[in-house]
């Protein structure tokens, strides 16, 4: 079965400085989809960035963006120039479509707790 | 474009009660999905559904849950008999045909049994 680890369970950043954050993942798939969502404290869950596991490019959504690393299955996460609405949890997801049952459910891991301080 | 729509946000039961959680899909989205949020958790695959078909739903609880999504109107989410352990928060998600991996998320129900 797919698992999603992220083991950070709370970070800090200072106001206008970047963050990192970690995420791993387990799966004998070579097809699939790593997502990062952001919960804050409304509870809205949005989409932040979306990577494929075939595309050898990190994506990038503003001061979003991911270092994706197929062999070691780690997709961590950087925030730069940090703002105050940043400040959420964050959760990396998984998905392999097309790849039998079960594959069109998201797997989350439990979530970092990011804080910015101003 | 609308984003996902669910209702109500809040809802409370008392145990015992029958709880109807409502999503409407983002236009164009043929594929629901329905997760459950425990607190200090993250989300839970419950159901996958598409017009009028259960595609899969490996995640309901075997008793006093059920989903549709019918022809015309929303995908309902339906627990019978709530218990305190129901208390939750409820996403709908929902995926354009040509994109099924990627999933937008409503706004969450947030359910509270008493």
Known sequence: AQTVTQSQPEMSVQEAETVTLSCTYDTSESDYYLFWYKQPPSRQMILVIRQEAYKQQNATENRFSVNFQKAA????LKISDSQLGDAAMYFCAYIAPYSGAGSYQLTFGKGTKLSVIP | ????????????????????????????????????????????????????????????????????????????????????GDSAAYFCASSPPSSIETQYFGPGTRLLVL
């Open chain 1, 73 to 76: 299955k780690s997709f961590s």
């Open chain 2, 1 to 84: 474009n609308a984003g996902v729509m669910q209702n109500p946000r809040h809802l409370v039961r008392r145990r015992g009660q029958e709880a109807r959680l409502r999503c409407s899909p983002m236009k164009g989205h043929s594929h629901v999905y329905w997760y459950r949020q425990l607190p200090e958790e993250g989300l839970k695959f419950m159901v996958y559904l598409q017009k009028e078909n259960i595609i899969d739903e490996s995640g309901m609880p075997k008793e006093r849950f059920s989903a549709e999504f019918p022809k015309e109107g929303p995908s309902i989410l339906r627990i019978q008999q709530v218990v305190r």
